[in-house]
């Protein structure tokens, strides 16, 4: 389980170092970070596939994803008795994410190429503008210690530590542009990467189903078993009757009871076409997929998705109470509990109502809810209530 997230440098996530739990809620007004902490756990989630690089491109490059106010915010500044202005700066052009958990811990840190400064044999690239891996660490434990460290990064050279504690030097040399949880899979001389590498990947994220009229989940489809849905939902029939054959059907039923009560989903086949159909009290019909509402859809797919038969390490969604009638929120918080006790998970969410929720449903399951509150102090995110000697330790290393 993570335990600790940190995030420097990235958009208005100046300097953040959260506490993660089971299941944890981050909340706060609109333009408080939310979204800005949601995007850092994927790019996370990137690097161990060897695309931060492209995903920060996508989001405008490394400039326009940094930090935009000044270097160093005096307390003086917060107070208001000085104004706002940036400095020369001091420090290297840096976006760094990481997080520690029970067993290992993981840093990235980001920044752009030197100036002149080319690779043997090349003078110029049309890519100077890419960001570049400067130093990117993994250790044992709840932080990073000198002494913890299992492998290091810097530049294009990687250190691995072997049994007897000594450092060796990877023949593998490495890319800027190229992670070591992607290409340094070595079982025999770096198992914890290998093993940290499978973790992240398995790492699942839900921030939006289509439930227009055109939406994939709508419509009947070829199914097969379906352990986990698909991003788009096309396989929502198949993956509901894969939950009823092999996963916690007792979960499914009491949420959807909750949610629509008296009401069933049936799933009808023909010649391996999967369908979804929602039968409710005083109709004499059941509805298809294509007839339900836009939140009646919603909810079923993230009912079929968060008690999915093969849960992740850890599952990540952001504002699922979009598009839901408040009615249905305490059926998202039992939901949402009911699948912490399977994995971790992360909600991030700006909806008091859907907060109240997981907390009622957190004390009636026996399950502890970590609910984080963000504020914006002068455009950088702060934690409510977190003072700097109260947050998780958390120490970076140096490039």
Known sequence: MLTTLAVEGY??????????????????PNGS???????????????????????????????????????????????????VQGTRRTGPVSL?????????????????????????????SAFDLDPEIKRETTWSGPMARPAAMLTDRRGAVVRVRDDQGAWQV?????????????????????PEVLALRERIR????YDHFRTDP????????????TPVLGHDGSDLAAAWQTILE???????????????????????????????????????????????????????LLLTALLTPRPPELMVVNEP????????????????????????????????????????????GGRELTATVLRKDLGQTAVEGQTRFGRPAWSWPSR
């Not at 800027?176 to 025999?188: C, H, I, K, Q, R």
């Open 33 to 83: 970070g939310k979204s800005n902490l949601y995007r850092a756990l994927r790019l996370l989630a990137e690097a161990s596939r060897n695309g931060a690089v492209a995903a920060l491109a996508r989001e405008g490059g490394l400039p326009s994803t940094l930090w935009a106010g000044p270097e160093k915010v005096s307390p003086r500044m917060l107070s208001g008795e000085d104004p």
């Open 246 to 300: 092999v996963g916690d059907r007792e979960t499914l039923h009491e949420v959807l009871d909750l949610a629509f009560p008296g009401s069933t989903v049936e799933i009808r086949t023909h010649e391996g076409v999967f369908s979804l159909a929602l039968r409710q009290p005083g109709m004499l019909r059941p509805l298809s997929a294509a007839e339900l509402s836009d939140g009646t859809l919603r909810f079923l």
């Open 96 to 124: 760094r994410l990481g997080f520690a958990s029970d067993d290992f811990g993981y840093a990235l840190d980001l920044g752009l190429p030197v100036p002149g400064l080319a690779p043997p044999g090349r003078r110029t």
């Open 214 to 225: 055109d939406a994939p989940a709508r419509r009947p489809s070829i199914g097969t078993r």
């Open 321 to 364: 109470e979009s598009s839901l009638h408040p009615d249905l929120l305490p059926a998202l918080g039992r939901l949402v509990v009911a699948t912490s006790a399977r994995t971790q998970v992360v909600v991030v969410t700006h909806s008091a109502p859907l907060l109240a929720a997981l907390a009622a449903a957190g004390e009636q």
């Open 202 to 205: 398995s790492w699942r994220f």
């Open 170 to 190: 990877s023949g593998h040399r490495l890319q800027p542009f190229d992670s070591m949880l992607s290409e340094l899979s070595d079982p025999a001389n770096a």
């Open 11 to 28: 958009r208005s996530l100046r300097d953040v170092v959260l506490p993660l739990g089971s299941l944890t809620a981050v909340t706060g």
